[in-house]
């Protein structure tokens, strides 16, 4: 991937449109990580969000980044995979200034008033005052690559054009060369994500774009003296397995960042509700049982600690129990069922445990445990979200729907109407809906979401018996 696309915004029309303009503006030179520094500074000193969009991070990593940032240092990022690296260092780019001003026609957005080419160098020249000044936004001097074994020196420095050398050209003229990504990023910062992946041989071609701030392609003798910030992401097993960043490299970064997955339960759904596109309603308790199944399949000895288990793991996992709820919804409406509200339910989250296997890497002993594995730790983590939110009701009501015998069914096609009618007046469930959330006055698929998960917590506890049918109806009866 490259700099990210999109349509660019409209500079003010205030701003300095010549060069001579531009001085009597007091528009003064500065670099990267002075712009950085000053920027983030401000923003300290006002009180205002340094990295928004960026969650879990607030006491341990983000200190680190700025740090870094105020030290002048390029950084790398370590951590597991799905921990936000990526969302992080694009969030860097709204440190820089809204508006740049760059030579007109620059591919290396050259400072009007510091020219490094040849080329723009004689044009300052000509013009003068007159030089026409554009004006670059911040979305624009951002540069992102993924490191892939097919990428070569040529698509992060530059190589030789050779349509430029047809053109007549001679081969040691500086205007034959194609600049690559990291150029063209020039005042600006530029990513790398999963280093270790590139090439020993192409990691070379970076040592001086970090250390001495100059390029260098094929045999020209070319020195321009860049002007960036240089962030890279990796997966710290990758130093000795996939890959490795040279030692020389990994020398000239001036600080390693180690990331992490979200530290606690409130964190792990402040990243659920910020990030997934639910196309159903999800109660917060249900959004619960999937923040601890993710924390528990993370923390499980069944699954491979070296390649984490991604907070997108949770992120799907809450937008696929909102498809079931919609699914529920499409499905009811076409029969003679009143209609359905679409709102999951706690048996919706069943469906994730073969949906979302794919996302986890078990241990090499646990194969064709995967669904098994999963479920238990599926129900462990409705268990306790049972605990944590109905712990001290009386829930004797709930219980006695099943003496003599009676059963209670429900299901992912069970209507909200039919579930309710089931139950009648239930003492206590007023309690229960308010504990969960619900509000004073639920709809009847809230309620039957509520309903559904004090049946399933009953059950995890041993106080309810469950059988499930062929057609995935689950039955709550008497303890038998």
Do not use: C
């Not at 303009?21 to 990267?32: E, Q």
């Not at 270790?196 to 250390?211: G, M, S, Y």
């Not at 999937?290 to 923390?299: D, G, K, Q």
């Amino acid at each position: 991937m490259g700099r990210v696309t999109g349509t660019p915004p409209v500079p003010p029309v205030d701003l300095p449109g010549t060069l001579g303009a531009l001085r009597a503006s007091g528009y003064r030179p500065r670099t990267v990580k002075q712009e950085l520094r000053a920027n983030l500074l401000a923003r300290m000193r006002a009180g205002e969000p340094r990295f928004p969009g960026v969650v879990g991070y607030d006491d341990t990593v983000l200190p680190e980044v700025e740090r870094a940032l105020l030290a002048g240092h390029d950084l790398v990022l370590l951590g597991e995979r799905g921990q936000g690296k990526t969302r992080l260092i694009r969030a860097l780019a709204g440190l820089l200034d809204e508006w740049t001003p760059v030579l007109a026609g620059s591919v290396l957005n050259e400072d009007p008033l510091r020219p490094l080419t040849p080329a723009s160098r004689a044009l300052v020249a000509e013009a003068g005052d007159d030089l026409p000044v554009a004006w670059l936004h911040r979305s624009l001097r951002y540069g992102e690559k993924l490191a892939t074994p097919d990428t070569s020196v040529g698509d992060l420095v530059g190589d030789v054009d050779p349509i430029r050398v047809a053109q007549g050209r001679s081969l040691g003229d500086p205007e034959t060369i194609h600049f690559g990504l990291v150029p063209r990023t020039n005042r600006g910062i530029f990513a790398v994500n999963e280093l270790p992946d590139l090439a020993e041989r192409i990691q070379v071609a970076l040592l001086n774009v970090l250390e001495e701030r100059d390029i260098q392609v094929r045999g020209y003798q070319l020195r321009l003296p860049l002007d960036l910030l240089l962030v890279a992401s990796a997966n710290p097993e990758d130093y000795t397995n996939r890959g490795r960043i040279i030692t020389p490299l990994k020398d000239r970064f001036g600080a390693e960042i180690r990331t992490h997955y979200p530290l606690d339960l409130d964190l792990e759904l402040a990243l659920i509700r910020q990030e997934a596109d639910l196309v159903a309603e999800v109660p917060e308790h249900v959004l619960e049982v999937l923040a601890r199944f993710a924390r528990a399949v993370r923390e499980s000895p069944s699954v491979d600690p070296r390649s984490g288990v991604s907070a997108r793991f949770a992120i799907a996992a809450a937008e696929t129990v909102a498809a079931a709820a919609l699914r529920r919804s499409g499905l009811l409406a076409a029969g003679d069922a009143e209609a359905e509200t679409a709102v999951a339910r706690v048996g919706d989250a069943v469906s994730v445990t073969s949906t979302l296997r794919g996302k986890v890497e078990f241990e090499s002993g646990e194969e064709g445990r995967e669904t098994e594995i999963l479920g238990h730790l599926l129900r462990t983590a409705t268990a306790e979200t049972f605990r944590a939110r109905l712990a001290g009701l009386d829930l004797s009501g709930f219980t006695g729907l099943v003496a003599d015998g009676a059963v209670v069914e429900t299901g992912e096609l069970v209507a909200s109407a039919d579930l309710l009618r089931q139950v009648g007046t239930v003492p206590g469930l007023a309690k229960v809906l308010d504990r969960l959330g619900l509000g004073d006055a639920p709809t009847p698929a809230q309620a039957a979401a509520g309903i559904e998960f004090v049946l399933e917590g009953l059950h995890l506890t041993r106080r309810l018996g469950k059988d499930v049918t062929e057609d995935g109806r689950a039955r709550y009866g008497s303890r038998g």
